[in-house]
């Protein structure tokens, strides 16, 4: 079995198309391994880790899919700005930048995805209309900034905190179910979500903290319950 390949082992090269079949041999995408290559499509079936920078700036790739992986690295498909589609229904960790200005992602499957780095899809213009995060237990900061294509978002029991920034500038955010075991919402969390008209905050909260609905225009009503004891500045 062959672990990482040799790093950078296809930077820049005119490679279009490549697939791994079921009995390759391949565990692990070496870091920088096709960065800026040309390749547009990539099946990674049999890969279990995509190592940091491994198709970054791949301005051609339009779809990636793998069901097998379970970690994807840092600026992992950095800036791939053709990327429409991302299919990892079995990855549970997704590092820093890993998709950063993807702008034309438009179809993701990532339902087993328990921990989110910071920045992971900042700046993704075009993602689905609704997420629903099943299985995520960890949401870092500024992982949806920039989102402006999102109106809904459902945020499962199993997270305790939202990151600062987390879904800054989401303009189209009207809705989002937080759930009860929220204790921390980040500053700047949900600044510039200018479509959002309502928010309850959850029971266990007790510090809502600066700017976190700077810029929010739409938000007629707030809940803030009672065991909230310290306000910063909105």
């Not at 969390?189 to 266990?204: N, R, W």
Request: hydrophobic share 35%.
């Amino acid at each position: 079995t062959i672990g990482f390949t040799l790093e950078a082992s296809f930077w820049d090269a005119a490679i279009e198309k490549i697939t791994f079949t079921g009995d390759s041999h391949f565990e692990a995408i070496g870091t920088l391994m096709f960065w800026g290559s040309n390749i547009k499509e990539i099946d990674l079936n049999g890969v279990i880790e995509i190592g940091s920078s491994a198709f970054e700036d791949c301005l051609n790739l339009e779809s990636v899919s793998s069901n097998t992986c379970y970690y994807i690295g840092d600026y992992a498909f950095y800036c791939c700005k053709n990327l429409k589609s991302a299919s990892f229904p079995n990855c549970l960790e997704i590092y820093e930048r890993a998709f950063y200005e993807c702008e034309s992602l438009a179809e993701i499957n990532f339902e087993k995805l328990e921990w989110m780095d910071w920045y992971v899809f900042q700046y993704c213009e075009s993602l689905p209309a609704t997420l629903e995060l099943e299985n995520i237990e960890y949401i870092g900061s500024y992982a949806f900034e920039g989102c402006c294509s999102l109106t809904s978002v459902k945020i499962p029991d199993s997270v305790t905190a939202i990151g600062n920034g987390a879904f800054n500038g989401c303009t189209s955010l009207t809705k989002i179910d937080l759930p009860e075991n929220i204790t921390s919402i980040g500053s700047r969390a949900f600044s510039g979500c200018t479509s959002l008209e309502e928010i309850t905050i959850p029971e266990k909260v007790t510090t809502i903290y600066d700017s976190t609905f700077e810029g929010c225009t739409g938000l007629i009503e707030i809940y803030i319950p009672k065991g909230v004891s310290t306000i910063e500045d909105f």
